[in-house]
């Protein structure tokens, strides 16, 4: 009986030692899969579409709106009249340009919007810095109508259309100034009123149909400027936060980029902070530092923001920090418009240029 168990014992410690060395099934094993690269923003072209300046494109992302002044030269006498500006489109497909509006001698179209629904655009005439507010059926030499106040005579140079149709359009009248709202008939039904030392009310957005942001400056309270989200409905208005001359709210409404300070050798500080549907500040995603006349513009998908940096082009990923460069050698960069995922066009003028003459441009990204 010793015997059997004996062998019994040996013949399991065998199978044990059998057992330890065989090597496993690799159909069995758990397997690490590598992480996915995440894909890098990087440029496949920069090709030049037109002089001009660019304003708006069109919903479908087809056509472009831009303003130009028809390659005539600047006069040297003094007290001559600079060239006019006039309203175009472009088919971004081929490239076919067509001249919309007829500016009088010495007026500056521009600050050009399409409405939601594509069949008007809202648009601003200047001489020097007094701007007159105007609307015109997107057709060539459409009617136009001007939008006026006899107590605010000027606007300010930004127009903003509402996804119900309706026009925001800030004035200012030296000291103090207010909002505008104009139905789709193109009928004024409401201003915004300055409050308490908020005289300069400018770069309207709809953040939705009841809510209309703005950044109010001149506040002694903020004297950097706040953004404010104001309730069409009850007129209660939100101070969202501190800002200097810009903002944007990115589509998915998750994010806010704006200028936040400046830093002891002036550059900009830009801050992207995450938001709540209350337009509630978060934490801060990422910051970045730019040169002078900083444009911020969001991606269709909301994961970059565009900024232009003096004369070069950048767009950074709030959720990693990774920064990449567009475009440089330009002496400024003016509107940065986002055709669609893959296509950026933004204006300015090259390094070099004696002229001072916007020329547009399409980036392609890979």
């Given at each position: 009986m010793k015997k059997i168990i004996g062998l019994l014992l040996v013949g399991a410690m065998v199978l044990g030692m059998v057992g330890c060395g065989e090597k496993p099934n690799r159909e069995d094993e758990v397997k690490i899969l590598p992480k996915p690269q995440e894909q890098v923003m990087a440029v496949e072209s920069i090709e030049e579409l037109h002089k001009g300046r660019a304003w708006d494109i069109s919903s479908d992302g087809k056509t472009l709106l831009f303003s130009w002044d028809e390659d005539v030269p600047e006069s040297d006498s003094p007290g001559e009249m600079a060239p006019s500006h006039h309203l175009y489109t472009?088919?971004?497909?081929?490239?076919?340009?067509?001249?919309?509006?007829n500016a009088e001698m010495g007026k500056h179209q521009g600050f050009a919007r399409y409405s939601p629904d594509g069949k008007t655009i809202a648009f601003t005439e200047n001489t020097e810095e007094m701007f007159t507010p105007y609307v015109m059926a997107n057709e060539v030499m459409g009617e136009k109508k001007q939008l006026q106040s006899a107590s605010f005579p000027l606007a300010t140079?930004?127009?903003?259309?509402?996804?119900?149709g309706e026009l925001a359009v800030p004035y200012y009248d030296g000291q103090s100034g207010e909002i505008f709202l104009y139905n789709p008939q193109n009928n004024k039904f409401?201003?915004?009123?300055?409050?308490?030392?908020?005289?300069?009310?400018?770069?309207?957005?709809?953040?939705?149909?009841?809510?209309?942001?703005?950044?109010?400056?001149?506040?002694?309270?903020?004297?950097?400027?706040?953004?404010?989200?104001?309730?069409?409905?009850?007129?209660?208005?939100?101070e969202v936060?501190?800002?200097?001359?810009n903002f944007a709210i990115s589509p998915n409404k998750q994010r806010i980029a704006y200028i936040s300070g400046q830093t002891d050798d002036g550059k900009s500080i830009i801050k992207v902070d995450a938001i709540d549907s209350e337009l509630n500040i978060g934490a801060n995603l990422v910051e970045v530092n730019a040169g002078y006349g900083v444009l911020l513009a969001w991606s269709p998908d909301s994961g970059h923001l565009l900024y232009s940096d003096s004369g070069s082009l950048w767009a950074v990923n709030p959720e990693t920090g990774d920064k990449v460069q567009l475009a440089s050698d330009m002496q400024f960069i003016l509107n940065l418009l986002?055709?669609?995922?893959?296509?950026?066009?933004?204006?300015?003028?090259?390094?070099?240029?004696?002229?001072?003459?916007?020329i547009t441009y399409r980036i392609t990204l890979q």
């Open positions: 472009m088919n971004l497909a081929d490239k076919t340009v067509v001249k919309l509006s140079a930004y127009l903003c259309w509402s996804s119900e409401s201003n915004i009123t300055a409050k308490g030392d908020r005289n300069l009310k400018t770069r309207p957005l709809f953040y939705n149909k009841d809510t209309l942001m703005y950044l109010s400056n001149n506040d002694k309270n903020h004297p950097m400027g706040t953004v404010i989200a104001l309730n069409l409905n009850s007129g209660k208005e939100k936060v501190e800002a200097i001359n986002w055709v669609n995922e893959k296509e950026i066009v933004f204006s300015g003028v090259p390094t070099g240029s004696d002229s001072y003459k916007n």
